[in-house]
């Protein structure tokens, strides 16, 4: 039996490399299978063409998270204005998505803190897409800023179809709503968040949709 040992920046290391491998098949096979589908092959053979395209889907997206998350957990801590990110990031999104009001508290005070800049864009990033993705057509995204005087607490609500009870009572587990989901977004959510001290709890609201509640420690100095 090999075993493999190595620092965490090792390990990273062999994840993106293993990712990129998998990626130069992945595409073959996908450029395959669009070439067959432009073939007239009947309705029976569509049906698993369409079943063998949502699962390279995934296979992408997988891929895609493990380099992304690799990537992201090697970046430096800095002082950043956890406010401002935020403030940004529903600009975008505000942007983005035309049939979706995202409602922000105006004129919040900076709030400086200690971490990745990237790392942490990408957790609330992802929660804000899960909650886009739970939004059938029109809706409201809420995000909730709360300066405790230890830590800050984010809320994103949203008013969507909510959480099924597998993944409320399971939360650690890879765990999916989505047809073309891999489930590795929101765990890596919950781990980056743990990484800085802090604490990530999904619940469903009363009124119908799904609440992300996200507690920070304060680290700034």
Excluded at 132 to 144: F, N, S, T, W
Aim: charged letters at 25%; a negative charge.
């Amino acid at each position: 039996m090999c075993y493999l040992w190595g620092n965490k920046e090792t390990l990273d290391e062999i994840a993106v490399t293993i990712a990129h491998e998998i990626k130069n098949p992945l595409a073959v096979a996908s450029a395959n299978l669009n070439l067959i589908k432009e073939l007239d092959i009947g309705e029976v053979y569509e049906k698993y063409c369409s079943i063998i395209e949502q699962e390279l889907y995934k296979i992408d997206q997988l891929v895609f998270d493990l380099i992304n998350i690799s990537l992201f957990s090697n970046e430096s801590d800095e002082m950043f204005d956890l406010t401002e990110m935020l403030d940004q990031l529903v600009s975008e999104y505000q942007q983005r998505y035309e049939t979706i009001t995202f409602l922000r508290q105006p004129g919040l005070p900076a709030y400086q803190f200690l971490g990745a800049v990237k790392y942490i864009r990408m957790v609330f990033t992802n929660i804000l897409n899960n909650a886009v993705e739970a939004i059938v057509q029109q809706g409201i995204i809420e995000i909730i800023q709360e300066n405790l005087p230890n830590a800050i607490r984010i809320t994103i609500n949203d008013n969507g179809v909510g959480l099924p009870p597998e993944m409320l009572i399971h939360p650690d587990k890879y765990y999916t709503t989505k047809t073309k989901g891999t489930g590795i977004g929101l765990r890596h959510c919950r781990l980056a968040i743990a990484k800085y001290g802090g604490r990530f709890k999904l619940q469903n609201r009363p009124e119908g949709g799904c609440s992300a509640i996200i507690e920070l420690p304060r680290k700034d100095i």
